[in-house]
């Protein structure tokens, strides 16, 4: 692991170790002097291009990209971040050609299989998000025993989405709500965004500080929405089977540069370091 990187450009004392759960005015202290993100998503975008640009089928741009997955999650670990998000394949993903899509899954299956020992053995713990109901009954099984046998795991949290959308994501707790106004155990006025928040996927984990999408593009493609409200936008034009610990760490300190401000002015910002 590289130690080049500077993450500390406003040196201070232990403040990488707070906590963020909410974006809440008394936490804003906490969560100016950031300087390393308790929560990382990244859109693991370029592998059809990486393969296509080597002269060879999509599916290999996906293999190569598991080998990138291990490089984050490795990396992620190290540095103690807490909870590492990885965009696998979204509910708009099964409008690609059946073969691929085929193929995805298939490996996907395979990766769950292959590598869950090596995340159990490294305490980390996988949690799955998104709608795995139109999985095959196969893959859904295989997932359920690769959660149940990290369930226990204390270290860094991987959560993997897959069949997953902002907006579904955002719906079904709605849905939830609205079932339990329906049924009288709540009523309309307690319908509020912390509510909300306790029935999103992840909802017991801090909100996203940094998002990384690696290929070029410049959009988050419907990922988060609600629990990036407040991440730092980070795009690469490494793609993903490319995205190696050196580019983790640019993310990492591009992070740390910035001024994170909630609503808040720059001089506000100033005078909560200066305390």
Not at 141 to 166: D, F, H, M, P, R
Not at 171 to 197: D, H, I, P, R, Y
Request: glycine share 6%; charged share 20%; with cysteine.
């Amino acid at each position: 692991m590289s130690s080049t990187v500077e993450l500390d450009p406003y040196p201070r004392s232990n403040e990488s170790n707070l906590c963020t759960q909410t974006t809440l005015p008394g936490q804003l202290p906490e969560l100016v002097n950031q300087l390393l993100p308790k929560h990382v998503a990244i859109i693991m975008d370029g592998n059809g291009r990486w393969a296509q640009l080597q002269g060879k089928p999509r599916v290999m741009g996906h293999k190569a990209g598991v080998k990138a997955v291990r490089r984050a999650v490795s990396t992620a670990s190290l540095l103690g971040i807490e909870s590492l998000t990885l965009f696998a394949f979204s509910s708009e993903n099964w409008r690609r050609p059946d073969k691929e899509v085929s193929l995805l899954m298939e490996l996907f299956f395979t990766v769950l299989q292959r590598e869950i020992k090596l995340l159990h053995n490294n305490q980390v713990k996988l949690n799955i998000i998104g709608d795995i109901s139109r999985f095959s009954v196969r893959l859904q099984k295989q997932i359920a025993t690769a959660q149940e046998k990290t369930s226990g795991n204390t270290g860094l949290i991987l959560n993997v989405a897959a069949n997953y959308g902002g907006r579904w994501d955002i719906l079904q707790a709605a849905q939830k709500l609205a079932q339990k106004v329906e049924t009288g155990e709540m009523n309309s006025s307690q319908f509020t965004e912390e509510a909300l928040s306790e029935h999103l996927c992840m909802q017991n984990q801090s909100e996203v500080d940094l998002m990384i999408r690696t290929g070029g593009d410049c959009r988050i493609s419907n990922f988060l929405l609600w629990q990036a409200a407040y991440a730092e936008l980070v795009f690469t034009d490494t793609l993903w089977p490319d995205f190696d610990e050196q580019a983790f760490h640019e993310a990492i300190a591009i992070f740390a540069s910035r001024q994170r401000r909630f609503g808040l002015t720059g001089s506000q910002i100033d005078e909560m370091r200066a305390l």
